[in-house]
């Protein structure tokens, strides 16, 4: 009997976790920093929230910043707001506004930028484990799929 009351205390106190976090299912879970590997660029981003209850995603840290000088930092040369070009590929803003939909326990509602083609398509978000967050990309019936893995809360 003692065995069994013991058994029975792990296994509630392993579920204790996951049955938290769906107590505050409110899309902040996606609230963190992640390591992206796009075909061998390394990049880290961080997710924000704003005022309004969406979701931003922005670089802060890049593999190779530099141009070919080692001196000057690359900039987001393709980005079709004129304006932007002179960003530094560190801190380009990827998305703005993302909507976390409680049903599908996704994000959506907003455009995922990708820096490499200067453009920007539709983006819907979705963890795939507690710590990879899946990101589509699609325009047209066509997209991409990247892969984001958390890196600190």
């Known amino acids: 009997m003692k065995k069994f009351l013991f058994i029975l205390v792990c296994a509630l106190f392993m579920a204790a976790p996951s049955f938290a976090q769906g107590l505050n299912d409110n899309g902040d879970n996606i609230i963190g920093e992640y ?17 309004d209850g969406s979701y931003n995603a922005q ?36 998305v703005k506004g993302l909507k976390y939909d409680p049903e599908s326990k996704s994000w959506g509602g907003a455009k995922i930028y990708d820096p490499t083609k200067g453009l920007k398509v539709n983006a819907t978000a979705e963890f795939e484990t507690a710590d990879k967050l899946k990101l589509r990309g699609t325009i047209l019936g066509m997209g991409v799929t990247l892969y984001w893995v958390r890196i600190k809360k």
């Open 35 to 51: 390591m992206s590997d796009r075909g061998g660029s390394k990049s880290k981003i961080r997710v924000t929230k704003n005022s």
């Open 59 to 94: 670089v802060f840290w890049v593999e190779n910043p530099y141009e070919a000088d080692g001196k000057t930092k690359r900039k987001d040369v393709k980005n079709p707001d004129k304006a932007l070009r002179n960003v530094p590929v560190d801190q380009i803003v990827l």
